[in-house]
């Protein structure tokens, strides 16, 4: 039952991290109960799905002391906000990958207090949650991995730098051989930077290992994907939301195994004809700006509404996942080489020109058999909001049902969102 559902408290663990243990305390039970309000209230979840919740029972303890004993052996922890971090070099090097808080409304006014109001709520979630020691992930890192993506986030690395150290790794805006060949020569940085760290010289077998590791992650989260193409979804929006969330956080090989279970029980649920929620809701896909843990804002109000998101078009969504890295290479520099080609093909809106984004997003809708999409993007994101003209443009030439929804993390547009939203899916259904 919802009612009985806790994030579970460590108060010695968290005062051990410098932590400001009484608000995050607070903050604990507030994420419980939003946790119980939005996920443990839907009907017919798979069973599966214990796994994830307990995961986020232990999101703030049991996965922190993993990471603590990881420390502990010399092995890096490195804490990030981009899916352009080249995870495979990391665990390649015996280090943990951890996705950053940066999702809640409670850390913004902490931000707000140094960084400027105007910039992207996950931009200042996530400083926030470093300024006002509310974070044990955060706490626990050895460094934090920056990118040049954006310019909030760019911006935002000095002044993270004076407060936990703060790698910068540049993203170049092109894909000329020559922003490839810039591209590479930075992941070639990372890698030192790692072993540096680590105190140890990756070998083309660690790499090898890594590699496959991650794919086999992606491969996971793409047989998921494809499972909740199906008409009906065998499982809720909210549910592949959340499991993308966990991705960020959960031990690579762990979670790869527990989200194949699950897809084998949902491949049951099919051949049973189990649907949730409803049969014959109505099929959206979400296309945008990434959603950290926890914001499940959009999500809540689209199923809430009776509909069922079918697919993510998002960092935290097929963006992680969708391409895999060339397992044939041998060499240290040809491994690079083909790790350096699968993370070009992410299609950031951060990129110019990014024509192959909205190709992309048509094809999602088609593959996932959505009635309509809503493009989501985060406030004062200038580059998603700016390439939603394009992604607009291209629905109306698809004559595809579309809507555009630009917010924050606040409760203050929830009313106004939750009626465009039901004007969109009456519009959809006639
Ligand atoms: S690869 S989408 S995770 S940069 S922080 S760009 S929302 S203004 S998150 Fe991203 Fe990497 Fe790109 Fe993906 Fe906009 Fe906010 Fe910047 Fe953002």
Redesign the pocket.
């Known amino acids: 039952m919802a009612t009985e559902f806790e994030i579970k408290p460590y108060p010695e663990l968290w005062a051990s991290l410098d932590m400001d243990v009484p608000r995050f305390d607070k903050a604990r039970l507030m994420l419980g109960e939003a946790y119980a309000k939005t996920y443990l209230s839907q009907k017919k979840r798979p069973v599966g799905m214990a796994y994830f919740d307990n995961m986020i029972a232990e999101i703030h303890g049991g996965r922190i002391k993993e990471l603590l004993a990881a420390k502990a052996e010399g092995r890096p922890v490195i804490g990030t906000?981009?899916?352009?971090i080249p995870e495979e070099i990391v665990l390649a090097a015996g280090g943990i990958c951890v996705g950053l808080c940066g999702g809640s409304q409670g850390s913004v006014p902490d931000a707000e207090k140094i960084l400027p109001r105007n910039i992207?709520p996950?931009?200042k979630s996530a400083f926030g949650f470093k300024a006002g020691r509310i974070c044990p992930y955060f706490q626990a890192v050895d460094f934090v991995y920056g990118?040049t993506?954006?310019d909030?986030?760019k911006k935002t690395w000095e002044i993270l730098d004076t407060m936990v150290p703060t790698y910068v790794m540049e993203i170049p805006q092109l894909k000329r051989q020559r922003d490839l060949d810039l591209w590479l020569a930075e992941v070639k940085d990372f890698k030192t930077k790692v072993e540096e760290v680590a105190g140890k010289t990756i070998t083309e077998t660690d790499l090898a290992a890594a590699v496959k590791i991650m794919n086999n992650k992606r491969k996971a989260l793409q047989r998921l994907n494809s499972l909740r193409h199906h008409n009906p979804a065998p499982i809720s929006g909210k549910d592949g939301l959340l499991i993308e969330q966990i991705a960020f956080y959960d031990e690579p090989v762990r979670f790869t195994k527990k989200v194949n279970a699950l897809c084998d029980e949902l491949e049951e649920r099919i051949k049973a004809g189990v649907a949730v929620p409803t049969k014959n809701a109505i099929r959206v896909m979400v296309a945008g700006?990434?959603m950290a843990l926890p914001n499940w804002k959009i999500h809540n109000l689209v199923e809430g509404a009776g509909a069922v998101i079918v697919n993510e078009e998002s960092?935290i969504g097929t963006?992680y996942f969708k391409d895999l890295i060339d397992e044939n290479a041998t060499t240290m520099d040809n491994m690079l080489v083909a790790l350096t080609d699968r993370y070009k093909e992410?299609d950031?809106?951060?990129f110019t020109p990014n024509d192959e984004r909205i190709t992309q997003v048509i094809k999602e809708f088609r593959d996932s058999k959505a009635q309509g999409i809503i493009n989501y993007s985060?406030q004062?994101?200038h580059?998603?909001n700016i390439e939603e003209i394009r992604i607009r443009q291209a629905c109306e030439r698809e004559k595809i049902p579309y809507l555009f929804i630009e917010s924050d993390y606040s409760a203050e547009d929830v009313g106004q969102l939750q009626t465009r939203i039901e004007a969109f899916l009456e519009q959809i259904g006639e």
Do not use: H
């Open positions: 906000f981009c899916v352009y992207c996950m931009v990118e993506t954006c909030a986030k700006t990434p960092c963006r992410i950031c809106s951060c985060l004062f994101c580059t998603y």
